[in-house]
């Protein structure tokens, strides 16, 4: 009888371990991507390799309803959930969004830790969440070649959007715009607010007002592509230390690729959370 109960104790002690350890990775994607880019990089395959179980895509759709849809790893201790966000639209929309998506799957598992992790653009969006989500267990934020000061690329995307060359002024250069740049340069016109809220850093800025809020007390990750080959966001924006809230709070490990996500992202972010 001893015997029995010894064995009941030692399996209701391993259950209790197993929830206490159980732990959420939140995914999301930067700017002209989506949920599935995570997929398609090769990210979520090697995640579920090291023990993180693909739990499905949380969708807020644009009145905020939720629309989930499960993947086999729902049950699975260590969680990844993709949210999907509309990537063109201003950053404060995303992340109001984003807050809606954190606060379903914190519904879902009350008791779990949450670890946020964005790619590019995706990055600063779950910064701008993470300040606003006191109420929600989030112990660790990542950032994927984000552009933590922002990034030239978004200016130039805007002359794209405005400029007006003087072969071809008034609404005429819209209609050579849409002939030669199509779907393209229709996304990039929709993407105004987003490109808008990208730009470098100033004082009167979008990120330049988030890299001065006070951040939760939580580990801070960068990964960072080292040297040239990331020709949309600089190297040193990448960097959170640069933001002058975080400075000297974020470990950083340099990667020499280009700007989208590898498969070795997905390596890197179990490494980090397994430790």
Same mark, same amino acid.
């Given at each position: 009888?001893?015997?029995?109960k010894?064995?009941i104790y ?15 990775l939140?995914?999301?994607?930067g700017w002209s991507? +989506? ?6 990089? =090769? @990210?979520?395959?090697t995640? $579920?390799?090291?023990g993180?179980? #693909?739990?499905? %895509?949380?969708?807020?759709l ?5 629309n ?6 729902e ?19 995303q992340a ?5 998506e ?5 519904t ?6 949450? +670890?946020l992790?964005?790619?590019s653009a995706? =990055? @600063?969006?779950?910064?701008l $969440?993470?300040?606003?989500a006191? #109420?929600?267990? %989030?112990?660790?934020?990542?950032t ?11 200016l ?5 959007i ?12 819209d ?17 105004r ?9 100033t004082?009167?800025s ?19 592509r ?14 959170l ?6 400075q ?8 020499p690729t280009?700007?989208?996500l590898?498969?070795?992202d997905?390596q890197?972010?179990?490494d980090i959370?397994?430790?």
């Open positions: 009888m001893k015997k029995i010894k064995i030692t399996l209701i002690f391993l259950s209790y371990s197993s929830i206490s350890h159980a732990e959420i939140v995914l999301v994607h991507a +989506n949920a599935n880019t995570w997929i398609q990089s =090769g @990210v979520i395959p995640l $579920a390799a090291n993180w179980n #693909n739990a499905g %895509i949380v969708i807020s644009p009145n905020y309803q939720i989930y849809i499960p993947a086999h790893g049950k699975a201790d260590n969680k990844v959930y993709r949210v999907h966000l509309p990537a063109e639209a201003p950053l404060h929309i109001s969004h984003l807050l809606g954190l606060n379903f799957i914190h879902l598992f009350p008791a779990e830790k949450i +670890n992790a964005g790619h995706g =990055g @600063v969006v779950a910064r $969440a993470l300040i606003k006191s #109420n929600l267990p %989030i112990i660790s934020l990542i994927i070649a984000s552009p933590n000061t922002g990034t030239p690329r978004a130039e995307g805007l002359d794209i405005e400029g007006k060359p003087f072969f071809c002024p008034g609404p005429g250069l209609i050579v715009k849409t002939f030669i740049g199509g779907n393209d340069y229709r996304y990039l016109k929709s993407s607010g987003a490109l808008i809220d990208l730009r470098p850093a004082l009167n979008l990120i330049g007002w988030l890299n001065h809020q006070q951040h939760p007390q939580i580990q801070y990750h960068s990964i960072v080292q040297g040239a080959a990331d020709n949309i966001v600089p190297e040193y924006s990448q960097d230390n640069r933001a002058p809230a975080l000297g709070k974020a470990q950083v490990y340099l990667t280009d700007h989208s590898k498969a070795a997905g890197l972010l179990a959370l397994n430790r």
